[in-house]
């Protein structure tokens, strides 16, 4: 017996017609888009042609004349003499100083915070929900000035308070020991970072292997050599040296070590607790979202409840904390603006500074506005990426 195959229905002819839905969908893109573009266009020559008629210079040639602003926080070297395409370098890094070590501490701290407020612990959960409310519930430009002006309170440089040796807080900032990095150190820094790399792929072989044979192969011997050894013969051969320098109490001031200005630290304190209160109960939330026989089985088979958060629901709960999360690690990003309130001096606090000096309005708020647009689209790439990695797949 045979069979037919069946045969397909044949195309229908494309016409350009707008009754057809593939017509007059593209024709409604087109006309949208060229709207949005005459508009954008219009306005662009609107503003030029103003700008002219009251003899307002624009463009960019601005960036490669002689700033002659000071910038007294800087990571990079400045002086009022660079040019302003200098002094915008040093307020990019300097709001990536905030945004990334912000992250940082503000997930870990949020995790931390959100695991104590399903703690069986009475006290711990409740100190864990009072700061989650109080912090979430006050302003976040009433909490920056708040610690600004507790910062500005605390004793001058010669009675600055010492709670460990080479650690010294007052109100010059928080001055903490630190070790200078050369060539020599960067490289060393790298073999660390390749060589945790290249162990992470070596495990999940490990285990992958295990899971097709049931036999358990050591991963330590790997982690001995690619994160141990291999930076240590970079750091000998190429000679780095991991001195560490204290700070020392000269005349009115500081000498050595790391100084986190009051403005820098009072800033990064608002915006990680501010920000830790809301990453705190989109964990909970994650956590609790994750089906309590999970949990249950687990304990059932006599695993520790620290492994069983660890490896177990934490996982698990990811899936529903990263959407959420990489909200909140935008908006610290965003209210890193900020610290214009206290003095910082980011990318916002340099352009009104270049706007005031020079008059280009339009290209001050446009280098802002494309600073903190590559900022967020870099997170949210790297977090839907990651989002992405760890969805659950149909088989």
Not at 38 to 50: D, E, K, R, T
Not at 92 to 121: D, E, Q
Not at 154 to 183: C, D, F, M, T
Not at 186 to 198: D, S
Request: proline residues 5%; aromatic residues 10%.
């Amino acid at each position: 017996m045979t069979t037919s195959t069946p045969k397909r229905p044949p195309a229908r002819p494309w016409r350009l017609s707008l009754s057809d839905p593939r017509v007059a969908g593209l024709f409604w893109q087109i006309l949208v888009v060229g709207i949005a573009v005459a508009i954008v266009a219009f306005l662009w020559s609107n503003a030029i042609h103003n700008l002219s008629v009251r003899r307002i210079s624009t463009g960019f040639a601005f960036l490669g004349r002689e700033a002659g602003m000071p910038i007294a926080d800087s990571w990079i070297d400045y002086t009022p003499k660079d040019t302003y395409l200098r002094a915008f370098i040093v307020g990019i890094v300097n709001t990536l100083r905030v945004a990334v070590i912000g992250i940082v501490l503000a997930t870990v701290i949020g995790t931390l915070v959100g695991i104590a407020r399903l703690s069986s612990n009475w006290l711990l959960a409740r100190l864990a929900a009072v700061y989650v409310e109080v912090l979430r519930d006050l302003p976040l430009l009433l909490q920056l000035l708040f610690w600004y002006v507790l910062m500005q309170g605390l004793p001058a440089a010669r009675q600055a308070w010492k709670p460990v040796e080479g650690v010294y807080l007052s109100n010059r900032g928080l001055i903490l020991p630190s070790v200078p990095l050369h060539e020599a150190n960067w490289w060393t820094i790298l073999a660390l970072v390749a060589g945790l790399m290249v162990f992470r792929f070596v495990r999940r072989r490990l285990i992958a292997q295990q899971m097709v044979d049931g036999r358990a192969r050591a991963a330590w011997p790997y982690a001995l050599g690619l994160v141990v050894a291999l930076p240590a013969l970079v750091s000998f051969l190429s000679g780095a040296s991991w001195s560490i320098t204290l700070p020392e109490l000269r005349g009115f001031n500081f000498v050595g070590g790391l100084t986190l200005a009051p403005e820098y630290f009072a800033l990064l304190i608002a915006l990680v607790t501010y920000t830790s209160a809301f990453i705190a109960e989109i964990v909970r939330s994650g956590i609790q979202a994750v089906p309590r026989g999970q949990s249950e089985a687990a304990k059932a088979l006599g695993l520790k409840r620290g492994f069983v958060l660890q490896h177990i629901v934490l996982p698990q709960a990811l899936r529903v904390i990263i959407p959420p999360m990489t909200s909140q690690y935008l908006n610290l990003t965003k209210n890193s603006s900020l610290a214009v309130a206290v003095g910082y001096q980011d990318i916002v606090s340099v352009a009104n500074t270049t706007l005031n000096q020079t008059g280009q309005a339009i290209e001050s708020i446009a280098l802002i506005m494309l600073v903190f647009l590559t900022i967020s689209l870099g997170i949210s790439l790297f977090m839907n990426w990651y989002n992405a990695r760890i969805a659950l797949v149909e088989r």
